[in-house]
């Protein structure tokens, strides 16, 4: 939409507000009213960046969803945690003595804060947190989703020793050959009690085409892999895996569980609580 059009339509009721004091509401959330003057400030200001500009309807659909977090966080007492109200108060403190009490854009800035200090609470709650500590969780969904993770070819699961010299490099070989289920502990107490041992680590799970050591090892790679003046010389220690298991895509599987929670979340909401959006009135800033 054209800056142009929406703020003549913003002047147009802002003025509707100063001189007949009303403000049409252009959606309600749970009952409580959205002001078109709330909206086409919060619109206007996600349009100010030309690479993150998005469609109208496509804003109003994000919108609505933000406000129905912001929603259920009041519902579930989220403001009223001390936390929540120190900080809270803080900024209002600070936000009056830098900004003052008269520019009429405060209330609006003010809720934009508290709002997303909302959104964070509950997301951090219901979402964020649950999808990194809920073991049960995950591994259910890992094994609900379990082709999703399979690989195609076999992978390597274990760790890359960056040796400074010959002398590190062969006692890695050798902790390797006498603790390959420990490899790391065994490393960390040798680096702690041998000063001449200097190594530096990566663990990991790979498959071809995404580690150079791994794939000149493994993967009959064709260059040799560049070393640093520092650590000249390279030691894999890794085992051979036909499939991963769920540690192995732990982090794959926890990014998909949280966007998982997040849109059963949104489908508990949407049902949870009434919007209506006043579509004549939307038409008007197309």
């Known amino acids: 939409m054209p800056f142009r059009t929406l703020f003549l339509l913003l002047f147009v009721f802002l003025g509707e507000t100063l001189f007949s004091q009303t403000d049409p509401v252009l959606m309600t959330i749970n009952g409580n009213p959205v002001t ?16 993150d500009r998005i469609s109208l309807e496509e804003y109003v659909r994000m919108y609505i969803d933000f406000k129905l977090k912001v929603q259920e966080a009041l519902a579930l007492g989220m403001d009223k945690t001390p936390d929540f109200r120190q900080e809270y108060a803080r900024y209002v ?13 405060n209330r609006y800035l003010l809720q ?11 997301m951090n709650e219901q979402v964020w947190e649950k999808a990194q500590t809920d073991e049960k969780g995950l ?7 379990e082709k999703n993770y399979r690989w195609k070819q076999p992978g390597y699961k274990g760790m890359i020793a960056m040796c400074h010299d010959e002398y590190s490099k062969n006692k890695t070989n050798e902790l390797f050959k006498t603790n390959p289920e420990d490899l790391p502990s065994a490393i960390r107490h040798e680096q702690e009690t041998d000063s001449r041992y200097v190594v530096k680590t990566e663990s990991g799970v790979w498959q071809k085409g995404q580690n150079e050591f791994v794939d000149y090892s493994f993967f009959d790679g064709d260059m040799v892999p ?3 003046d520092d650590f000249p010389y390279f030691v894999i220690a890794a ?15 926890i990014n998909d569980y949280q966007q998982y929670l997040e849109k059963e979340t949104m489908k508990r909401l949407r049902k949870k609580y009434t919007v209506k959006v006043n579509k004549r009135l939307l038409k008007r800033l197309k």
């Not at 078109?36 to 690479?51: H, T």
């Not at 934009?112 to 509950?122: C, K, N, V």
């Not at 591994?139 to 989703?145: I, N, R, S, V």
């Not at 085992?239 to 599987?253: H, L, N, T, Y």
């Open 239 to 253: 085992i051979r895996k036909d499939q991963p298991s769920f540690e192995d895509v732990r982090s794959a599987v």
């Open 226 to 228: 560049a070393t640093g």
């Open 139 to 145: 591994k259910e969904y890992f094994e609900t989703h």
């Open 36 to 51: 078109l003057s709330e909206f086409a400030y919060s619109y206007r200001k996600s349009q100010q960046n030309a690479f």
């Open 93 to 105: 403190q600070d936000f009056d003595q830098a900004s003052g009490k008269n520019n009429p854009e």
């Open 112 to 122: 934009e804060y508290r709002d997303g200090m909302l959104l964070f609470a509950f």
